[in-house]
């Protein structure tokens, strides 16, 4: 039976089986080769996407679905809201002013590169397309150093402490990013510019909404859970928690900014110590009930995401060129993050290789930039959309094995000097 006449519940549950389990196939031989699942999953996509004949009228069909789209969302929905658990608000407090000067290097360095790439590679392009694109190459993700570090024994380190601190920051740093540039973007698409008081306006509308967040939401999710440990039954902390996530995603979104801001802030807000209820009576920590839901949703996202990078615009003047490029800049941006660690006891170069990776949330900014346009112009097409995934997933290749080198190397180092001298700090 041709694709175009199954029932569309029929459809979403063929490609459903047939993405997932490719997922798990290209994840598994990821991680055979000690690299992060995600590249596998972005590798099948782009397989996937660019098969031929009756198989892509299927994966045109997938690209363009809308219920295959709302599942992808939601994945990353869950994906930054897992992502926030991982973290906590006073942790992100914690980590001090040498972790946001961090930060703040690491935004500015490649998002100003990422322009100037834009800009000479891309002269026909507006400068929305530039100031977007380098905006994809802000953030850092934060899983792949975190693993490598742990993998290492060095995750309690004061290297450690201050890339994570400084990932979880840029991150926030980069979602307010998002909302600022999307507004202007949005404006000039309606003809009307975003004025300087405009765009402030929506700089203290994305930073209230996450102060606001953060402030309310530290009050009353304890009291929110203690009220839900009262019903009986079980599932009832997954419920309250997904319940919390979706409702911050979608304020977030009601005010103009991106669902993922809304995941985010309810991720860092929950604390375990808000659910002990729940963990008195024998349910799993919250993190370990969420992981079947994003085992479920973020592949999805991920190998739509590689679905969506044609091959054919490879071939296409000057796409490797901003592929190669831009992988340039990423890593070159984010060894501006080392000067935020002089004056202290530690590696910097250990530092800039860890902010490398971008990650799942490169990809993300990626994809809202599809559905970006000004006066007709598409923000990110297909040939600016395949170059960022190739450096996201070079930068997530590149950083594993440069950051054992370094951090082994320096361990090293640290250990024959304390050898040679017991004094050594």
Not at 4 to 33: K, Y
Not at 97 to 113: D, K, Q
Not at 299 to 324: D, H, K, N, T, Y
Not at 330 to 347: E, H, L, Y
């Amino acid at each position: 039976m041709p694709v175009a006449h199954i029932e569309p519940i029929a459809f979403v549950l063929l490609t459903l089986s047939i993405v997932l389990a490719a997922a798990r196939l290209g994840g598994s031989v990821a991680e055979r080769f000690a690299q992060p699942a995600v590249l596998g999953e972005l590798l099948v996509g782009v397989v996937l996407g660019n098969l031929p004949g009756a198989a892509g009228i299927w994966s045109a069909q997938v690209r363009s679905d809308p219920m295959i789209g709302l599942l992808a969302g939601v994945g990353a929905v869950v994906l930054l809201f897992e992502v926030g658990l991982e973290s906590t608000l006073r942790e992100m407090l914690r980590v001090g002013m040498r972790s946001l000067v961090v930060a703040v290097l690491g935004v500015i360095a490649p998002w100003l590169l990422g322009f100037f790439v834009g800009r000479i590679l891309l002269p026909e392009h507006s400068v929305y397309v530039h100031v977007f694109l380098g905006a994809t190459l802000t953030a850092t993700s934060v899983g792949i150093t975190a693993r490598v570090l742990r993998d290492l024994g060095q995750a309690q380190s004061l290297e450690a402490r201050i890339i994570l601190g400084a990932a979880v920051i840029d991150d926030v740093i980069g979602l307010v990013i998002l909302a600022v540039v999307g507004s202007i973007i949005s404006a000039a698409d309606h003809g009307t510019s975003l004025s300087l008081g405009a765009a402030t306006i929506v700089l203290a509308k994305a930073l209230a909404f996450l102060v606001g967040a953060f402030w309310i939401g530290a009050f009353t999710s304890p009291q929110l859970f203690k009220v839900a440990a009262r019903l009986p039954g079980r599932g009832t902390l997954l419920t309250t928690a997904l319940a919390f996530c979706f409702l911050l995603a979608a304020l977030a979104s009601l005010i103009g900014l991106a669902p993922i801001v809304g995941a985010y802030a309810a991720g860092l807000i929950l604390e375990e110590a808000h659910y002990l209820d729940f963990a008195d009576r024998g349910e799993h920590r919250l993190e370990e009930l969420v992981r079947p839901i994003s085992v479920l949703l973020v592949p999805i996202f991920f190998v739509l995401m590689g679905m969506r990078v044609e091959l054919g615009a490879f071939l296409q003047p000057g796409v490797m060129g901003l592929a190669a490029m831009l992988t340039l800049v990423a890593i070159v941006g984010k060894q501006m993050c080392a000067f935020g660690g002089i004056g202290a006891p530690v590696d910097r170069m250990a530092i800039g290789i860890g902010m490398i990776p971008r990650g799942e949330v490169g990809l993300i900014f990626a994809n809202i930039g599809l559905g970006l346009t000004v006066r007709g112009e598409r923000i990110v097409d297909e040939r600016i959309f395949a170059a960022v995934v190739v450096a996201v997933m070079m930068t997530t290749l590149v950083t594993p094995p440069w950051l054992k080198w370094r951090v082994s190397r320096v361990s090293r180092q640290r250990a024959a000097a304390i050898a040679a001298d017991p004094a050594t700090p």
